[in-house]
């Protein structure tokens, strides 16, 4: 796991945010990750979530998690990115 944060820091640098701009976060438990991310949003008040478009069944257009995104998030943007 801590290969793949490293490797999310490096891209994210790569993309010109430097280390005090970004800030992880990992949740252990029994939730679902679309439930996490909602909550995450609504409780830290983001005003934008951005999340990729296939899951990890490769779907064409939309994973399961981003379509129930799709559903539920309200009063945010939400981009689902390729």
């Known amino acids: 796991m ?8 490096q891209k994210l640098q790569a993309a010109g945010l430097t280390r005090d ?7 252990i438990g029994g939730y679902d ?3 996490c991310i ?12 951005v ?3 296939r899951g990890e069944r490769d779907a064409f ?3 399961r998690i981003a379509m129930r995104l799709v559903q539920k998030v309200a009063d945010q943007t939400l981009w689902v990115v390729p």
């Open 38 to 49: 909602l909550e995450e949003a609504r409780t830290g008040q983001y005003s934008t979530v």
């Open 51 to 53: 999340v990729g478009r």
């Open 2 to 9: 801590d290969d793949f944060y490293e490797n999310a820091y």
């Open 33 to 35: 990750i679309s439930t």
């Open 61 to 63: 257009f939309t994973g």
């Open 21 to 27: 701009q970004i800030e992880m976060k990992a949740r």
